[in-house]
């Protein structure tokens, strides 16, 4: 009977920590996006990492797989603080769409937003 009742606690346990992880997923996908009016950047896209992140590296394979090598550039904390600093960053992973006029959006988190608003990249 108790090996019964572990294994009930596995599966709402189990349930519980799926249900955080889709709370959590949601909350960050209402990230209000950011229009910055000037970025100093030339227009593109930007990606905003530290050596430190572990979904840095999902994002980045994410643009790569979408725009490829170089249809990106990446700015990481650790080489580029002032670049962070310049754009108001402050968290990783987050993405710069920028447009002809130097303004962009900065969408914080994962890049899917950002690639489907490239399209309407001139704020």
Not at 73 to 94: K, L, M, T
């Amino acid at each position: 009977m108790d090996d019964l009742w572990a294994r009930v606690g596995l599966v709402v346990g189990a349930l519980v920590v799926a249900g955080i992880a889709v709370m959590v997923q949601r909350v960050r996908a209402r990230q209000p996006v950011e229009t910055i009016a000037h970025t100093g950047l030339r227009r593109g896209v930007y990606l905003f990492s530290s050596s430190g992140c572990a979904t840095c590296r999902r994002a980045r394979e994410r643009l790569q797989a979408t725009l490829g090598a170089s249809g990106y550039v990446e700015f990481s904390w650790e080489e580029h603080p002032e670049r962070f600093h310049q754009v108001g960053v402050d968290a990783v992973p987050s993405v710069l769409l920028v447009g002809d006029e130097g303004g962009g959006r900065l969408y914080r988190g994962q890049p899917e937003r950002a690639l489907r608003d490239l399209e309407r990249l001139d704020p």
